[in-house]
């Protein structure tokens, strides 16, 4: 079975610090995506990044960053100098296909708080 | 950016009524997915669909549930009889055909609120 972990309910922070969001994930299989979503007070869900099971470079973009570690079955998220639009629910997701494309097993995702 | 549409942005019904949600996937898709998230609560799977037939759905998707491609670009999902735990953000997404190796990013539309009364 297939299973995304994240540990963090809730995180605030104060503008300007950097935060790290974790993620961890459960799977048999050895081909799988990882994913990671915004979604902000709005309610709509931003896709931000999808990493494949064999590509294990670390990825930034811009102030974001991504961590990947099979060893630890591990997918972070990391926010450098946040600021007060970051504030949403970060969701981390797990997809394994089977001969189509897989569906998204998400956590139960992390509210970020950023304030002023 | 070419998004997925999703329509209405609220739905109230009372419950034991059907309801449809709509949603227009992004043109050159070709698979798409309703999810739902009751509130403060996660995203769960509900079913996918490829070439006009369902490939996967979850244990949430039971006979209450159907969903349909009408046409060309419309993709809808229809509750009936509703109840009151049926009340939830409804998404819709969409993905692109799978190239090379691997899944595309499933793009969300604003999802619908559904509250059943």
């Known amino acids: 079975a297939q299973k995304v972990t994240q540990a963090q309910t809730e995180i605030s922070v104060v503008e300007k610090e950097d935060v790290t969001l974790d993620c961890v994930y459960e799977?048999?299989?050895?081909?799988?995506?990882l994913f990671w979503y915004k979604q902000p007070p709005s309610g709509e869900l931003v896709f931000l990044i999808r990493?494949?099971?064999?590509?294990?470079q670390n990825e930034i973009s811009g102030r974001y960053s991504w961590n990947f570690q099979k060893s630890t079955s591990s997918f972070n998220f990391t926010i450098t100098a946040s600021q007060v639009v970051d504030s949403a629910v970060y969701f981390c997701?797990?997809?394994?296909?089977?001969?189509?494309?897989?569906?998204?097993?998400f956590g139960k995702g992390t509210k970020l708080s950023v304030k002023p | 950016e070419p998004e997925v549409t999703q329509t209405p942005s609220h739905q109230v019904t009372q419950m034991g009524q059907e309801v449809i949600l709509r949603c227009v996937p992004i043109?050159?898709?070709?698979?798409f997915y309703w999810y739902r998230q009751i509130l403060g609560q996660k995203v769960e799977f509900l079913v996918s669909?490829?070439?006009?037939?369902?490939?996967?759905k979850s244990e949430i998707f039971d006979d209450q549930f159907s969903v349909e491609r009408p046409d060309g670009s419309n993709f809808t999902l229809k509750i009936r009889s509703t109840k009151l735990e049926d009340s939830a953000m409804y998404f819709c997404?969409?993905?692109?055909?799978?190239?090379?190796?691997?899944?595309?990013?499933?793009?969300f539309g604003d999802g619908t609120r559904l509250s059943i009364l």
């Open positions: 669909f490829y070439n006009n037939e369902i490939s996967e």
């Open positions: 043109s050159n898709h070709l698979y």
């Open positions: 990493r494949n099971s064999f590509d294990e």
């Open positions: 997701a797990l997809s394994v296909p089977r001969g189509s494309q897989g569906n998204l097993i």
């Open positions: 799977t048999r299989d050895t081909t799988y995506y």
């Open positions: 997404a969409s993905s692109s055909p799978r190239q090379g190796y691997g899944d595309q990013p499933q793009h």
